[in-house]
Every structure is written in structure tokens, then in C-alpha cells.
T-cell receptor, first 111, second 114 residues
């Protein structure tokens, strides 16, 4: 069966520090991968998606970037975090017309 | 065109009652409509989904009603229980797009009182 791993679960980082969040999927090949951000009490905002290795599309201009170095690995990064980058970050995968499955999320607090 | 509008923002229901959450969309190319349930500090989990070739889908106490002409769909939770207290998101996507992007509503926080 397919599983999705996302880490770390929580992270507290100072303003101006770098960021790297990792997501890996098991049990499927060539999935579509997504990074969403959820602000407190708000909906899910799509940040990036990828339909294949090295293929990244950005949905909103921001201080973050994404990379897909391997088929089932998706990384969210920042060179210098801002206070406004705080939030709950969710990785998800989807295979063709199947439902999207989410990881357990990373709670990022920028201080 | 890409938006999915969800209402109400919050909902309080007595145990045993019916919870109803509504969503509306504009893009007629959307052809997949899932509902997700999210508990605090957890990722959303798929609850139930529907495609526009049917007007209703039921799984246990959860039912999706779909009105293609009105471009609306709703989630009904029958016999609501305190364990159903969570945030619910509707979503939509275009099957013809290879990106599989899901566009989410803003969410509804449901509280079921014992």
C-alpha cells in the first residue's frame, strides 16, 4: 500500500535561517506531488506541484522553492525564512484520477 | 473560475443531528469532488468523493449530494457524533489536466455537542 512520510513534525526557526522540509512517498511510481500551506484556521493553499522528476510548478510567488530530485521525493526549501512563512505545511501525492493523500504535516514557527 | 466557495465557516450541531456543509464552484471542467476531514495537528484525510455522473453518493453516515446544473455539492453527516468534530474541506479538480491539482474550499469547523 502507498504511504507518505513528511518530516519534521514541528520546527521552530529564527528569521533569516534556511529551511528544508522533506516528503517521500512509498508504494507508487511517478506520482504527482504537491506542497500546501495552511495558515491558522484557514484553508489549504497550493504552493507547488510536480508531475515528474525535476518538474516544478509554482502556484504563488513567495519566499519558498521546491525540488524533486527523485521520483518519490519532494523538498520544500527557503534560503532565508520570513515571519510570514510560519504555518502548517502539508505534502500530498496523487496518482492519475485517484484521490490525493496527505502527509501528517510540519508545523513551522518562524521566530 | 478556479475558486471553490464553502459555507458555513463554522457549524455547531447537537449529537444525533444532521450536519450540512455546502460548496459551490464555477469551472464546469471540474469533474472530481472530494471531501476531506482534518483533525487538529493532522493532515487532511479523504472522507468521500463524487464524480458528476451521479447526483448522490452515500458511505455510512456521510452523503454527498451533487447538483451539476447549479454547480453545487454538499456533505451531509447523519446522526452526527462528537467524534465527527473536525474541520471539513471540499475540493475540486479537472480530470483532463495531468497536474491533478485539487482546489480547496476554505473549510468548515464542525463542533458536535454531546
Amino acid at each position: 500500500s502507498q504511504t507518505i512520510h513528511q518530516w519534521p513534525a514541528t520546527l521552530v526557526q529564527p528569521v533569516g535561517s534556511p529551511l528544508s522540509l522533506e516528503c517521500t512517498v512509498e508504494g507508487t511510481s511517478n506520482p504527482n506531488l504537491y506542497w500546501y500551506r495552511q495558515a491558522a484556521g484557514r484553508g489549504l493553499q497550493l504552493l507547488f506541484y510536480s508531475v515528474g522528476i525535476g518538474q516544478i510548478s509554482s502556484e504563488v510567488p513567495q519566499n519558498l522553492s521546491a525540488s524533486r530530485p527523485q521520483d518519490r521525493q519532494f523538498i520544500l526549501s527557503s534560503k532565508k525564512l520570513l515571519l510570514s512563512d510560519s504555518g502548517f505545511y502539508l505534502c500530498a501525492w496523487r496518482d492519475e484520477r485517484e484521490p490525493a493523500f496527505f502527509g501528517q504535516g510540519t508545523r513551522l514557527t518562524v521566530v | 473560475q478556479q475558486q471553490v466557495k464553502q459555507s458555513p465557516q463554522s457549524l455547531i450541531v447537537q449529537k444525533g443531528g444532521i450536519s450540512i456543509i455546502n460548496c459551490a464552484y464555477e469551472n464546469t471542467a471540474f469533474d472530481y469532488f472530494p471531501w476531506y476531514q482534518q483533525f487538529p495537528g493532522k493532515g487532511p484525510a479523504l472522507l468521500i468523493a463524487i464524480r458528476p455522473d451521479v447526483s448522490e453518493k452515500k458511505e455510512g453516515r456521510f452523503t454527498i449530494s451533487f447538483n451539476k446544473s447549479a454547480k453545487q455539492f454538499s456533505l451531509h453527516i447523519m446522526d452526527s457524533q462528537p467524534g465527527d468534530s473536525a474541520t471539513y474541506f471540499c475540493a475540486a479538480s479537472r480530470g483532463s489536466s495531468n497536474t491533478g491539482k485539487l482546489i480547496f474550499g476554505q473549510g468548515t469547523t464542525l463542533q458536535v455537542k454531546p
